[in-house]
C-alpha cells in the first residue's frame, strides 16, 4: 500500500509506509541531525509535531531502550528518505521501534526538497495516511482545517503527573517539568538533589521542596499560551526568592516573567549544529536545539548574552540571580561545548 503525505498549501508527497499503519495530523517540522534519531522521536518537545529528517538515511545503527529521552515516542508520524532496515547494532530497527510505539512512517520522500519548501513557506500543517483510510485531498483539506498544535496547552500532556527525586549528594535544585528531557534530568543529578516537580507547580508546591535552585526545563508549544500565564506568574514570584535557570522553553517563561515578549519562528530551530555566540567568553558553540518559539525585546537590565549566528535570534539571557539558554546543553547526543553550562548551574545553587 502506498502512503502520502498532504500540506495545507495543497502539496501531495507519496511514500512508502513502515512504522504503524494510521492516519495522524501535525505540525510538519525538520531537523537537519545526521544522528540521534530516537532521541529526537522521544523528545517531549516534539509534541503535536511531524518529524521528518533531513539526512538521507535514518536507523543506521537502529534502536535501543538506553536511548530515550522520555518513557516512548512523542512525535505524531515520522518522515524519511530512507530507514535503514539492517542496522549494525541496538535491539530494534526503526521500522519495528515505530510498531511497537505505535507511530507510522514514511519513507521515499524527497525530505530536501519538503526542507526548502518548508524554509520558504514557513512551518506548514500536514496529515500523513500509511492506512488507506483517507485520499490525499481530503488530507490536504483537513490539514487546511486542522488547528495548530500549539493552540493548546501541550505542556500539560507531556509533564509527570507527580513530583519524583533523583541524586543523593549536593544542593537542591527543584526542577519544573514542561516536557523534559531526561538527559537534563541526569545532567543535574550527578552533583545535585533534584525534585522534578508538575508543569503547575506553585509558590508553595516549589517551597515544600526547600529548593536552592529552581530550574525549568524544555518543553512544546507556544510559552504565551494562556494556560501558561499562571506558570509565568509563579516564575516572577520564585525570581524574588530563589536563582532561577532555564532551557528552551524555560529560556523563553523566564524572558516573559521578566516582562519580554515571544514570537513563533518561520520554521524553528532543529538539529545538532546551531552555531551560537557567547557574547562575554567571544567564542562559539555548536549546539543541540528543537525550539518554533524564540524571545523578542527584552526589558532595561536584562541582557543578551548569547546569539543564534544564523539567524541573530536570542539564543540565551542574564538578569539579576537568573540566566537561561535557548538551546541544549546536556546535548544528548550532540555536541558537547555547551555542557560546562551545567557547572555554572551546581555553583549559582551553591552560592
Known sequence: ???????????????????????????????????????????????????MFTFPQIGNYGCHPDWMESSGAQVRGCIVREYCREPHQAQQTLDEWLRSEGIPGLEGIDTRTLTVQTREAGTLRAVLCTDGSLLPEEGVARAAAMAWPSDSNLVAGVSTPKKYSRGRKGPRITLFDWGVKQSIVENLARDCRVTVVPWDTDVAGLEKTKPDL?????????????????????????????????ICLGHQILGLALGGSTYKLRFGHRG????????????????????????????????????????????????????????????????????????????????
Not at 500540506?7 to 495530523?25: C, K, N, Q, S, Y
Not at 504565551?224 to 516572577?236: K, L
Open 1 to 51: 500500500m502506498q502512503g502520502w503525505l498532504a500540506l495545507e498549501d495543497g502539496t501531495i508527497a507519496r511514500g512508502r509506509p513502515f512504522g504503524a499503519a494510521g492516519t495522524v495530523d501535525g505540525e510538519l517540522v525538520f531537523n537537519t541531525a545526521m544522528t540521534g534519531y530516537q532521541e529526537a522521536l522521544t523528545d517531549p518537545s516534539y509534541a503535536g509535531q511531524l518529524l
Open 214 to 246: 529552581i530550574f525549568m526545563s524544555n518543553g512544546p508549544g507556544d510559552p504565551a499560551h494562556p494556560e501558561m500565564a499562571p506558570v509565568v506568574t509563579t516564575v516572577q514570584q520564585a525570581l524574588d526568592r530563589w536563582p532561577v535557570v532555564g
Open 272 to 351: 545538532t549544529n546551531q552555531p551560537v555566540y557567547d557574547t562575554a567568553a567571544d567564542r562559539v558553540f555548536i549546539t543541540s536545539q528543537n525550539h518554533g518559539f524564540a524571545l523578542g525585546e527584552m526589558p532595561d537590565g536584562i541582557s543578551q548574552v548569547f546569539t543564534n549566528l544564523n539567524d541573530r535570534t536570542c539564543e540565551g539571557i542574564r538578569g539579576p540571580r537568573c540566566w537561561s539558554v535557548q538551546f541544549h546543553p546536556e546535548a544528548s547526543p550532540g555536541p558537547l561545548d555547551a555542557n560546562v553550562l551545567f557547572e555554572q548551574v551546581r555553583e549559582m545553587a551553591n552560592e
